[in-house]
Each structure stands twice: as structure tokens, then as C-alpha cells.
């Protein structure tokens, strides 16, 4: 049984340091992806009270469509369920292939507004070597300014400590 335990009182770099090797040790022992990232959703929705902290994974076609970011394992109110190639911030990561901080969602061109809610927004793709871009790791705050580059940074390793595990 594992328990994420992160100090609130801490910096935001403190306690992504000090939830990156327990995030690594939670799924450094288990295979199934869709597990991992249950898990990961919910260590990072404790640790810093996210709106919503979920995956979007790449999807084979669906009637006739192109590939499209399917909802994953997440943690949050409901939730868009399929997000097109280069649409909105998830779909601009995965094409791109970069991380995305998003200060204010409104400014955002072509924003999906799965809630009205939030406000601000970062994605990280989650890029397997030999295998590209699986998805995507998306949070939402519903505070303007969020995220920054110490949640990039921060997010990036852990989305390497994700790609990682993938068999």
C-alpha cells in the first residue's frame, strides 16, 4: 500500500521533488499503463489539489476519423472524450511536441472548454522513445497563472518517469 505524502506548507519545486521518487516507486513495479496513470493522476491531484490532473492517449481512428487524444485515467469533474490533432492545448501538445503552459485558457486560441471552470492549463506530451507520442499529461487549474516553468520542468521528469515504465 502506498501513500503519497508531500509537505503543503513546502515550495511547489520542494514538493515535486519530494513527490517525483514516490510517484517512481509507485509505479516502478507495475506494468499496466492504465494503472500507472490512475495512480499518477491521483498522487498529483493530492499533492497540490489540481483542479483536474488526468492523460489523454493517443486513439486509433473512430468512424471514419483520424487519430484523436482519447480520456484517459484522470482525476476531476467530468471531462471532454475526444480531443482532434492540433485542437485545443492537448491536441496543439501532441502535435507540436512540446510542453504548453497556458497562463489564462481564455487568450488561448481555440481552447476546449470542457468546463468553465478552469483557467489556466499546462500539457505535457508523453513521448516513448521508438514509439512517439502516446499522450498527453493535462492539468487545469481554476486560478489564473498557475503553472510555470518549474511545473514544466518538474512534470516533464515525471512524464519521462512515466514514458519509462512503458513495455
Known amino acids: 500500500m502506498h501513500e503519497i505524502i508531500v509537505n503543503i506548507q513546502s515550495s511547489k519545486a520542494e514538493r ?7 510517484i517512481s516507486s509507485l509505479i516502478g513495479g507495475e506494468a499496466d499503463l492504465t494503472a500507472n496513470l490512475a495512480n499518477v493522476s491521483a498522487a498529483l491531484k493530492e499533492a497540490f489539489g489540481f483542479f483536474w490532473a488526468g492523460f ?3 486513439g486509433p481512428a473512430a ?4 487519430e484523436q487524444l482519447v ?10 472524450t475526444r480531443i482532434s490533432y492540433g485542437k ?3 491536441g496543439s501538445a501532441w502535435k507540436e511536441g512540446r510542453s504548453i503552459v497556458v497562463e489564462d485558457v481564455e487568450l488561448f486560441p481555440g481552447h476546449i472548454a470542457c468546463s468553465s471552470l478552469s483557467r ?3 500539457v505535457v506530451p508523453l513521448d516513448v522513445p521508438g514509439r512517439g ?3 498527453v499529461l493535462d492539468i487545469d487549474s481554476t486560478e489564473v497563472g498557475t503553472f510555470d516553468e518549474v511545473d514544466r520542468k518538474y512534470l516533464e521528469k515525471l512524464c519521462r518517469i512515466i514514458c519509462e515504465s512503458v513495455k
Open 120 to 122: 489556466s492549463e499546462i
Open 88 to 90: 485545443g492545448v492537448c
Open 56 to 58: 489523454y492517449m493517443v
Open 71 to 80: 480520456l484517459g485515467p484522470f482525476q476531476g469533474p467530468v471531462a471532454c
Open 16 to 22: 515535486y521533488e519530494e513527490l517525483l521518487p514516490q
Open 133 to 135: 507520442i502516446i499522450g
Open 63 to 66: 468512424a471514419g476519423r483520424e
